[in-house]
T-cell receptor, first 116, second 114 residues
């Protein structure tokens, strides 16, 4: 069965410091991995995705994520956090093959707070 | 370039009633999916439509049904509403149902069942 775990409900960092939001996954086949951000009372905005190729993926707003197949992880990172990065972040996985290829499986989300 | 648009943005229904939510996909997209996001949870997949057919379905009862029109727009219908159906309903679109396609989400429809 496909699943995503985001082990931290909350991450707090100071502005200007690097940030990491953790994600681990489980899929039957090859994983396609995604990060989305949700601001209060809004929908989800796409940040980045890993399909194949370079394990380090760069996305919107200076975010990047590193795919680690051996650790089944896809952690979201940013070298220097901004107060405006404060939001709810979701990791999601799609199975590259099989009968469930149409759907995204989401984690529970991690609330990121960047304080000035 | 218009993104995914949904209507209505907010609505309140009484238990036992029926509701219809509407979605227009991002320009050029032909595949629409619906997700339910309960408070404090990640989105849960309801179903996906492509070529006017339901292609995938998540673990939701038959009270949840949908439709896709030839212009790719879609509706989500929920019958016999329960209090537990209160949630944010997200429509998402992509170019094709293939796994590597990026899925874009709308702002959602907030449904409150009283």
């Amino acid at each position: 069965a496909q699943s995503v775990a985001q082990p931290e409900d909350q991450v707090n960092v100071a502005e200007g410091n690097p940030l990491t939001v953790k994600c681990t996954y489980s899929v039957s086949g090859n994983p396609y991995l995604f990060w989305y951000v949700q601001y209060p009372n809004r929908g989800l905005q796409f940040l980045l995705k890993y399909i194949t190729g370079d394990n380090l993926v760069k996305g919107s707003y200076g975010f990047e994520a590193e795919f680690n197949k051996s650790q089944t992880s896809f952690h979201l990172k940013k070298p220097s956090a901004l107060v405006s990065d404060s939001a709810l972040y979701f990791c999601a996985v799609r199975d590259a093959g099989g009968s469930t290829l149409g759907r995204l499986y989401f984690g529970r989300g991690t609330q990121l707070t960047v304080w000035p | 370039d218009a993104g995914v648009t949904q209507s209505p943005t907010h609505l309140i229904k009484t238990r036992g009633q029926q509701v219809t939510l509407r979605c227009s996909p991002k320009s050029g997209h032909d595949t629409v999916s619906w997700y339910q996001q309960a408070l404090g949870q990640g989105p849960q997949f309801i179903f996906q439509y492509y070529e006017e057919e339901e292609r995938q379905r998540g673990n939701f009862p038959d009270r949840f049904s949908g439709h896709q029109y030839p212009n790719y727009s879609s509706e989500l219908n929920v019958n016999a509403l329960l209090l537990g159906d209160s949630a944010l309903y997200l429509c998402a679109s992509s170019l094709g149902p293939n796994a590597e396609a990026t899925i874009y989400f709308g702002e959602g429809s907030w449904l409150t069942v009283v």
